[in-house]
């Protein structure tokens, strides 16, 4: 079964610092997805990045960019100039048609 | 509606008894899933829908757990004689379609307590 992997619980950083989520998975198939989905206080879980499986390049959204390392399975999400907003846990997920994997989070804190 | 609604937001119900949650999509959205998530853990992929149809129902947690959608919009997550392990956050979302890269768009959740 595939599996995603969050390694670390908790991060913290400091305002206006850049911090760096981890995620791996494990899979055997060559097509499939890869999103960074972030959930504040109020619950509401929000796409913050999407990554297709067959692109090279990494996707990029404003601050927010990730490092996807395909034959490492591989897919940390990169928060640059960190703001006290980002403060939330973040879920790495995988998908493919027919199977939906998320993380166990990772719990960020943002230090003003 | 603007975007995916969830109801009730809270709901606290006794050991045995059964509940009914229930999530309004996103208009014109085909795909519907839902997940439940612990306290302090990642989403439980529950089951998703493709219209009014659920392909693969192995993801409910045991057999006390059924949805349905009607009409290809409002869908409804029964817990029948429900237990303390049940106790959780069921979120639901939905997409425009049922494809891998489809960005789902998530509800508020319902967040449940059996006593």
């Known amino acids: 079964a595939q599996t995603v992997t969050q390694s670390q619980p908790e991060m913290s950083v400091q305002e206006a610092e850049t911090v760096t989520l981890s995620c791996t998975y494990d899979?055997?198939?060559?097509?499939?997805?890869l999103f960074w989905y972030k959930q504040p206080p109020s619950r509401q879980m929000i796409l913050v990045i999407r990554q297709e499986a067959y692109k090279q390049q990494n996707a990029t959204e404003n601050r927010f960019s990730v490092n996807f390392q395909k034959a490492a399975k591989s897919f940390s999400l990169k928060i640059s100039d960190s703001q006290l907003g980002d403060a939330a846990m973040y879920f790495c997920a995988y998908h493919t048609n027919n199977d939906m994997r998320f993380g166990a989070g990772t719990r960020l804190t943002v230090k003003p | 509606g603007a975007g995916v609604s969830q109801s009730p937001s809270n709901k606290v119900t006794e050991k045995g008894k059964d509940v009914e949650l229930r999530c309004d999509p996103i208009?014109?959205?085909?795909?519907l899933y839902w997940y439940r998530q612990s306290l302090g853990q990642g989403l439980e992929f529950l089951i998703y829908?493709?219209?009014?149809?659920?392909?693969?129902k192995s993801g409910l947690p045991s057999d006390r757990f059924s949805a349905e959608r009607t009409g290809g919009s409002v869908s409804t997550l029964t817990i029948q004689r429900t237990q303390q392990e049940d106790s959780a956050v069921y979120l639901c979302?939905?997409?425009?379609?049922?494809?891998?890269?489809?960005?789902?768009?998530f509800g508020p959740g319902t967040r449940l307590l059996v006593l």
């Open positions: 208009s014109g959205h085909t795909a």
């Open positions: 829908f493709q219209g009014n149809s659920a392909p693969d």
């Open positions: 899979t055997s198939e060559s097509d499939y997805y």
């Open positions: 979302a939905s997409s425009l379609g049922f494809q891998g890269g489809e960005t789902q768009y």
